[in-house]
């Protein structure tokens, strides 16, 4: 418990980052908008009994910005940073909202920057020992090779649905189709779940005609 009662800061702005800046004795605080704060705006919500709509939004000016009234619309940040994180297209955020597109990349870029950082974290992700290569990178790496596919022609993405493990894609193109790849990577024990036949092809392991794409086949965790 505290010795002295924690002193109020005062909300300011959501910056270019997506991150809350709060002011408190002429000194800018930010904070960054992660599972852990949304988590405590929940509780925050429980205990105090107030409405979703009122809680954790910023002010923002309507596209009419070339009127003189112009009008404002409360935006819910984490909601919509929550969407792009599942992974829904920023166009549509912004019709829901009903607000303008570059407004809604504004909020989430730093949603971007989680994607981009899961996937840099699955690559590096220990390989099986019986690979006898380095990491998962390395290991699709030269499984490509075997196909006269380059690593660098796969295109990556990233989605997370609330709380659950980060869904990693991989999608390249062969002489004869396009191939995408599935798996699950849990950020809090570094494990991986292949979600489809392709994603275990990748990393060089049998698959039986009976799989199901849509199966879980094969987990492990790193060291």
Avoid at 50 to 66: A, C, E, L, P, R
Avoid at 96 to 109: G, L, T
Avoid at 121 to 137: E, G, H, Y
Avoid at 167 to 191: C, Q, V, Y
């Amino acid at each position: 418990m505290l010795e002295n009662p924690p002193k109020e800061a005062s909300f300011d702005h959501v910056d270019n980052n997506g991150d809350l800046i709060f002011i408190f004795e002429n000194t800018p605080l930010k904070i960054h908008v992660d599972d852990t704060l949304e988590r405590a705006i929940a509780e925050s919500k429980k205990l105090t009994n107030v409405g979703g709509d009122n809680q954790n939004t910023v002010n923002s000016i309507s596209k009419s910005d070339d009127s003189p009234a112009a009008t404002t619309a409360t935006l819910p940040i984490s909601q919509i940073q929550a969407l792009i994180r599942a992974g829904v297209d920023p166009e549509h955020v912004a019709k829901r909202y009903n607000v303008s597109e570059s407004q809604v990349k504004r909020f989430s870029s730093g949603v971007e920057t989680e994607k981009q950082y899961a996937i840099e974290q699955f690559l590096t992700v220990p390989a099986p020992k019986q690979s006898n290569m380095r990491t998962i990178s390395d290991l699709i790496e030269r499984t490509l090779a075997k196909a006269h596919i380059g690593m660098e022609t796969v295109k990556w993405r990233a989605t997370r649905r609330g709380l659950e493990p980060w869904l990693i894609t991989a999608e390249f193109n062969t002489a004869t189709r396009t191939i995408k790849a599935e798996w699950t990577w849990n950020m809090h024990d570094n494990s991986i779940t292949c979600a489809n036949p392709s994603s275990r092809l990748l990393l060089g392991e049998e698959v039986m005609n009976n799989d199901s794409s849509s199966k879980k086949i094969t987990v492990w965790r790193s060291l």
